[in-house]
């Protein structure tokens, strides 16, 4: 199977073996599911089944995040608690993947049911020097990751929009503009 390589702007072929693991972001529940989710799933549930037709087992993990700040703002909105919110918006968006044939992932990690690792992970990050801290809030320092961004091709501006687009705050006063301090970081004299 060949497939089209972001980094390389070209085609590699995908070699797996008895068994590929796939992991998909998946929504936010605090509204209904609409095409756009259906397009990102249509293209998993499609790369899984060509898989599955060459007799490759998959596994998926599709991501359900329940904790998040559209969450907290649509509950309070609606006067519900948010993991009420997110098992109703979850449930229906189950039932549309469904009435559109996609597979079931195999599991659904919320983040509502690993916060105590999630916020170890974060520690971790933070004594090793990768996270900084606006008003309580902790993001994690991309300028420690050189190879940020380099994978998507994308210009700074369209991350930025990007970020915006899918409730980011790039543009959040006292936030760090990633690729410029990544290319200050590797060059001195800037």
């Known amino acids: 199977m060949k497939l089209f390589d972001r980094a390389t702007q070209g085609t590699t072929t995908l070699s797996v073996g008895d068994e590929a693991l796939i992991y998909v972001c998946g929504i936010t529940p605090y509204d209904s599911a609409h095409l756009g989710h259906a397009f990102t799933f249509l293209t998993y549930d499609l790369l899984r089944r060509r898989l599955?037709?060459?007799g490759t087992r998959v596994r998926m993990a599709r991501n359900?995040?329940?904790?998040?700040?559209?969450m907290y703002t649509k509950a309070a909105e609606l006067g519900v608690h948010y993991l009420e919110l997110a098992q109703t918006e979850s449930a229906?968006?189950?039932?549309?993947?469904?009435t559109l044939n996609f597979i079931d992932p195999e599991v659904e990690p919320r983040p509502s049911e690993h916060i105590?690792?999630?916020?170890?992970?974060?520690q971790q990050l933070k004594k090793r020097g990768h996270t900084y801290e606006i008003d309580g809030d902790i993001y994690?320092?991309?300028?420690t990751f050189p190879e940020y961004g380099e994978i998507s091709?994308?210009?700074e501006r369209l991350m930025a929009e990007f970020s915006s687009l899918r409730g980011g705050d790039p543009q959040r006063v006292g936030k760090r503009h990633t690729l410029r301090?990544?290319?200050q970081a590797s060059?001195?004299?800037q």
């Open 92 to 98: 229906e968006f189950s039932h549309s993947m469904r």
């Open 153 to 155: 091709g994308y210009s």
């Open 52 to 54: 599955e037709d060459t």
């Open 140 to 143: 994690y320092d991309v300028s």
């Open 64 to 70: 359900i995040t329940d904790v998040d700040e559209p």
């Open 181 to 183: 301090l990544i290319q």
């Open 187 to 189: 060059d001195p004299l």
């Open 116 to 122: 105590a690792a999630i916020v170890d992970s974060v």
